[in-house]
């Protein structure tokens, strides 16, 4: 037990890192203050209530990542939502518009040019969201004025939380540990971890055989699936890579081997994420426009609702589907060997430029397929479960996603103090 919080001990010993970290702390701590103020004109016990009869719909999705913000209507109810879409959305349009990839290769500069468009973006999808969001409490009857003084002041207010949630994150990235909208949405989704604790004493009070085997059987399991996590997620595949020996003046440089690491699950928690999202649009749709009964829309909501057999299957097709086209937008193998080639590397057994390429491309395809099934295991399991238990508790369906996002934060964030603590000869956290 010593040796397992001496790396937390050594960090806290340095000066530099403490304060870095008791500075994230603190933001923290005021993002859950934010969390927990109400925003006037609405009646959030009525709007509890109706979030409990949302199971599955992105409605459920977002209340996770907001840290039940979104059920209770408070000041950060969007939570870091529209800058992550917005974070999405500019990766995206980089990618596709020759102007803004430009733009991201210009070193610093540009980087910084990217992100001031990135928080305009966040602040207009954060208005747009801010007026959906009062236009579902307003249908809804959960407004306590409907006039137009109270709209303009519950959507400023929602829009203002958004940004002010987005230069939290930033704050982080510059004095604190880690990048800033994870840890945020790491501590929302752990702050959710009071109900499964509720649930497992709930189990035990009963005091039936059943009632201890379940959450001892599901406390095995999660520890199995953080384990299974954690070893798929720091996989790699290193492609053996030999410079060439060339001679410079009286000098010779080059000559040295390495290799070019390709992590097997390269594309992280947004497939699944993507796909959650889209799958979530007919249950969400239906909350705002009911179906009749026996009726086309109301089959198509109830063939794609988490609750269904069939929506395991249509969430490992699209968890593929988006794995693979992640990938191809944020790895190109082309440039990769033309790097190689302009730095006088080579792969063993293959020539530089097109073969080099054709081969990163063939190893790449491979990992990305078996990255995509083990993001598939992740979240599909949960939503079974999900189905099995009739969605005896509320999130299961969303369960796997929000491990992925844990365990992801949580190595991320320990690699960082792990480089700080490593350079000042300390034993750090991953050994």
């Known amino acids: 037990m010593k040796s397992w919080f001496a790396p937390l001990v050594n960090a806290f010993k340095v000066p530099d890192i403490r304060k870095k970290i008791l500075f994230t702390l603190f933001i923290l701590l005021m993002y859950r203050i934010g969390v927990a103020i109400p925003i006037p004109f609405v009646n959030a016990d009525i709007l509890n209530v109706y979030m409990y009869g949302t199971g599955g719909s992105i409605f459920q999705y977002l209340n996770i990542l907001s840290g039940g913000a979104f059920a209770q ?8 939502g529209p800058y992550i879409t917005s974070s999405i959305v500019m990766q995206l349009l980089t990618v596709a518009i020759p102007a803004l990839e430009r733009m991201s290769k210009e070193g610093e500069d540009g980087r910084k040019k990217i992100t001031q468009i990135t928080r305009y973006v966040t602040v207009a999808l954060a208005l747009i969201t801010s007026y959906g969001y009062y236009m579902l409490m307003r249908t809804q009857g959960m407004l306590i004025d409907n006039g137009v003084f109270a709209a303009i002041v519950i959507i400023a207010c929602y829009c203002a939380g958004s940004a002010l949630v987005m230069w939290l994150g930033e704050k ?22 009071a109900e499964a604790v509720q649930t497992i ?13 379940i959450p001892i059987v599901a406390i095995i399991i999660a520890l199995a699936m953080v384990y299974f996590v954690v070893f798929v997620t ?21 000559g040295q081997s390495t290799n070019l690491p390709l992590k097997l699950n390269m594309s992280g928690v947004m497939p699944v994420i993507f796909a ?7 249950a969400t749709l239906q909350l705002i426009f009911p179906a009749k009964t026996g009726s086309f829309w109301y089959h ?61 491309t063939k190893v790449l395809n491979k990992i990305t397929l078996i990255g995509s099934l083990f993001l598939s295991v992740v979240a599909i399991f949960p939503v079974i479960a999900n189905i099995i238990s009739n969605n005896a508790v509320s ?37």
């Open 73 to 80: 209507a408070t000041l950060f109810a969007l939570g870091i």
């Open 172 to 193: 982080i990235n510059e004095s604190g540990i880690g990048n800033g909208i994870s840890i945020i949405l790491f501590a929302n989704i752990v702050s959710g971890g």
């Open 300 to 360: 198509t909501v109830r063939f794609l609702s988490s609750g269904s057999w069939f929506y395991p299957l249509i969430l490992f097709i699209l968890i593929v589907a988006f794995g693979y086209f992640y990938v191809l937008i944020s790895f190109n193998p082309v440039e990769v060997a033309n790097n190689l080639k302009n730095n006088g590397g080579a792969i063993p057994g293959f020539r530089p430029g097109k073969p080099t390429s054709d081969y990163i």
């Open 201 to 213: 004493i709930a189990f035990f009070s009963e005091g039936t055989v059943s009632g201890i085997i």
């Open 395 to 431: 999130g299961i369906a969303f369960g796997g996603t929000s491990l992925l996002i844990v365990v992801g934060v949580a190595l991320e964030t320990a690699r960082e103090v792990e480089a700080q603590m490593s350079m000042r000869g300390y034993r750090g956290f991953l050994e």
């Open 234 to 254: 720091e996989s790699e595949r290193r492609l053996p890579v030999v410079y060439a020996k060339r001679v410079v003046g009286r000098k010779m440089y080059g």
């Open 276 to 282: 959650n999202s889209i799958l979530a649009i007919p």
